[in-house]
């Protein structure tokens, strides 16, 4: 288990300007195994394949959320792929237009 602290820069960052940030942190060795901690993010791809992960909450939401590592190991060939996403939900700018 992988755990930030209340104290930490992603539980900040979350309650800005009432976004919710997502997070998947990814630890590749040059041995080809690899570690995932997902927190409420869009799930690795593996070569065409989900990386199952368990499911968490976004960065910051609770006090001393843990977040689960899910290891493998990569293949000759075989490719790690993150996907970003962004989506604003009803947040006003300072002129009280959705951005």
């Known amino acids: 288990m992988y755990s ?3 104290k930490s820069r992603f539980q900040a960052l979350s309650q800005v ?4 940030y997502t997070a998947c942190c990814v630890r590749i060795s040059l041995a080809g195994t690899f570690s995932v901690a997902n927190a ?5 791809d593996l ?3 989900e990386v ?8 910051g939401l609770i006090a001393n ?3 689960e590592l ?3 190991t990569l ?3 075989e490719r790690l792929v993150l996907t970003v996403v962004t989506i604003a939900l009803g947040v006003e700018d300072e002129n009280g237009a959705d951005e």
Not at 40 to 44: Q, R, S
Not at 52 to 59: D, I, S, V
């Open 4 to 6: 930030w602290t209340t």
């Open 17 to 20: 300007k009432g976004h919710i």
């Open 40 to 44: 409420g993010h869009v799930a690795p």
């Open 47 to 49: 070569s065409g394949r």
């Open 52 to 59: 199952e992960t368990a499911p968490a909450l976004p960065l």
């Open 65 to 67: 959320q843990s977040y």
């Open 70 to 72: 899910v290891q493998g």
């Open 75 to 77: 293949a000759p060939g």
